[in-house]
């Protein structure tokens, strides 16, 4: 009786012991997300032009907390100002006044800015100081996203969420990310790179 005693004592000691992460993740629904609530590493670019590349790294210095929309609208201002410096190999884009390429708009459209079904079908534009979406010329998907699983991989208290997600582009770039975020509605952050590719890689 008393080793049943200590028994149940230390399973129940044990069990309080266990820590269940707290979820902010979980229930949210990624096959309609709202782009505002995606991190701009969702858009960054993982083969293609060396400027890509040197965009990546200026967004990641100058604007670490930009969210997808702003990475992708920055983008185009980014190509429209920035110049070539260094040369041979070690040649960069750089833009002279970082604050030149933040995306001047007022509001974001939650209706059309997120993804159907775990895709991003359309560009996005500014139209009216408000930011929306046109019709890809291709109708190529900008961005697809799919949930591979659940788990507090960086072990921090927090549940996160994996991620597979693909960009545009004959190359088909694929990535593996694993996203997090501290309340319900805040935006996600990446708390981990994991498997890249592209087509003839997989």
């Known amino acids: 009786m008393k080793i049943s005693i200590s028994f149940i004592a230390t399973a129940l000691l ?24 995606l991190p701009w590493e969702m858009g960054a670019a993982i083969v293609g032009p060396r ?12 604007y670490p907390d930009w969210n997808y929309v702003q990475f992708m ?13 260094g040369n041979g190999t070690n040649s ?4 002279d006044n970082p604050a030149g390429i933040v995306p001047q708009y007022e509001s974001v459209d939650a209706v059309q800015c997120r993804l159907k079904d775990g895709v991003l079908w ?9 930011v929306t979406t046109e019709p890809d010329r291709w109708f190529n998907p900008m961005l697809e996203i799919k949930v591979l ?4 991989y960086n072990h921090d208290g927090f549940m996160d969420v994996l991620v597979w997600r693909r960009l545009p582009g004959s190359a088909i770039p694929w990535e593996e990310l694993v996203l997090s975020r501290r309340g319900d509605g805040d935006p996600f952050y990446v708390v981990e790179h994991r498997d890249r590719g592209c087509r003839g890689m997989e």
């Open 14 to 37: 044990l069990t309080a012991c266990v820590h269940i992460p707290k979820d902010h993740v979980s229930d949210y629904d990624f096959s309609s997300a709202h782009l505002e609530d």
């Open 51 to 62: 400027a890509s590349f040197d965009y990546n790294d200026y967004v990641k210095e100058h």
């Open 149 to 152: 699983g659940h788990d507090d």
């Open 92 to 95: 960069v884009y750089v833009v």
């Open 122 to 130: 359309y560009h996005l534009c500014i139209s009216n100081d408000v």
């Open 73 to 85: 609208l920055g983008k185009r201002l980014f190509e429209d100002l920035s110049h070539l410096s």
